[in-house]
């Protein structure tokens, strides 16, 4: 029996993110995840083989700003219940990136079908969470109160290698008056688990995006001549690690499409 698809805005108010991952389970949600079960931490995911677990574990402790490690999984246990005592990755994204040989190969809804009892999850932080403490702060993210997306860069910046696992960092940009970038730096710089505090500010050639609209990866225009750039690390940076280490196969999350846990933002904050 086929199931009906809820939109972003059909599920907006549902602040159980066990609800949550009960309608992606389903299928009754496709669709990406900023903004759903406020409160809650969201999570970006790697999925590989134990065999090159070790070598993405030293990927993500050289390279804390985009691979802020929440959990790790037991191989072959789709279970992490660090983050929720129900979570089960093979089917609990809206989305998954299905590489083969360092390219994606197929876009699935779950992955219950290549599933492997050698399988290793790294769940990492998602700015998702810095950015509620950022609305709840009174700082604008019109993108966020209306569930899209940041823009988001690949930069010339180099990854501190681990194995195979190499490659550009990628960055999301978020844009503020002076004096709200001033405040959105202060906010951040509390969450480390979530990407921390920006890794650049204003002048995007210097890390290698030459056009704030048309290098964005999530198309989302020019900014305001009076706003200032604030780039942080992404956690899409591991899916071009992934690209550069070719393996025959691993898995992640879509960008935006994230693991929705029971584990508060407010958890997060460091003083």
Not at 34 to 52: W, Y
Not at 134 to 149: C, D, K, Q
Not at 190 to 198: N, Q, S, T
Request: hydrophobic share 40%.
């Amino acid at each position: 029996m086929s199931v009906a698809t809820l939109s972003h805005a059909d599920i907006r108010d549902v602040t159980d993110p066990r609800e949550v991952r009960r309608l992606i389970r389903s299928g009754a949600h496709d669709g990406h995840t900023g903004g759903l079960a406020a409160g809650h931490v969201q999570a970006n995911i790697v999925i590989l083989p134990k065999d090159s677990a070790d070598d993405f574990l030293r990927y993500c402790q050289r390279n804390p700003k985009p691979c802020p490690l929440l959990s790790v999984s037991e191989p072959g246990d789709p279970a992490l219940p660090e983050l929720g005592d129900d979570i089960d990755m093979r089917t609990d994204l809206s989305g998954y990136h299905v590489f083969r040989n360092g390219r994606i190969a197929e876009t699935v809804r779950d992955i219950r079908d290549i599933w492997r009892n050698d399988f290793v999850t790294f769940a990492l932080g998602c700015s998702f969470s810095f950015e509620e403490a950022l609305v709840s702060a009174g700082v604008p993210l019109p993108h966020f109160t209306s569930g899209g997306r940041p823009h988001r860069y690949d930069t010339s910046i180099e990854t501190v290698p681990a194995g195979p696992f190499r490659g550009k960092l990628v960055v999301t940009m978020r844009h503020f008056t002076p004096a709200d970038a001033i405040r959105a730096i202060q906010i951040t710089s509390r969450f480390p688990m979530v990407h921390g505090a920006p890794v650049h500010v204003g002048l995007p050639y210097l890390i290698g995006v030459n056009d704030i609209a048309a290098d964005d990866k999530n198309g989302n225009g020019p900014i305001p001549d009076d706003h200032v750039p604030l780039f942080w690390a992404c956690g899409v940076t591991p899916q071009l690690a992934m690209e550069e280490a070719k393996l025959p196969l691993a898995i992640t999350h879509v960008p935006g499409h994230m693991l929705v846990t029971d584990r508060l933002n407010a958890s997060l904050a460091v003083m």
